[in-house]
Nanobody, 114 residues
Framework: QVQLVESGGALVRPGGSLRLSCVAS????????MAWYRQAPGKQREFVAR???????VYANSVKGRFTISRDGSKNAVYLQMGSLRPEDTAVYYC????????WGQGTQVTVSS
């Protein structure tokens, strides 16, 4: 059974930091590259960052240098450490795989506002 459970979203001021967490089912975590995506109001879902099991990472240009993705194989967890947050980072954040599965979790809301 596929499971993707995101958490950690919150309201944060511009310039602040936040750490998102995602727990995935064993059936996918050790097979796929894990990734974070986000969807802002009125916009399409977009790629944020990904991390392969070998540790290779790729970031969207908009978050490069501010966000860091990591994963913990012992917990089937993937994290997104977000820093220097901007209002344009406001979105619902989702974890999924690369390529994306048809199944999506509920996401976690990140709001950056003063």
């Amino acid at each position: 059974q596929v499971q993707l459970v995101e958490s950690g979203g919150a309201l944060v001021r511009p310039g602040g930091s936040l750490r998102l967490s995602c727990v995935a089912s064993d059936s996918i975590f050790h097979i796929y590259t894990m990734a974070w995506y986000r969807q802002a109001p009125g916009k399409q879902r977009e790629f944020v960052a990904r991390m392969a099991e070998n540790g290779n990472t790729v970031y969207a240009n908009s978050v490069k240098g501010r966000f860091t993705i990591s994963r913990d194989g012992s917990k089937n967890a993937v994290y997104l450490q977000m820093g220097s947050l901007r209002p344009e980072d406001t979105a619902v954040y989702y974890c999924n795989t690369v390529p994306e599965l048809a199944f999506w979790g509920q996401g976690t809301q990140v709001t950056v506002s003063s």
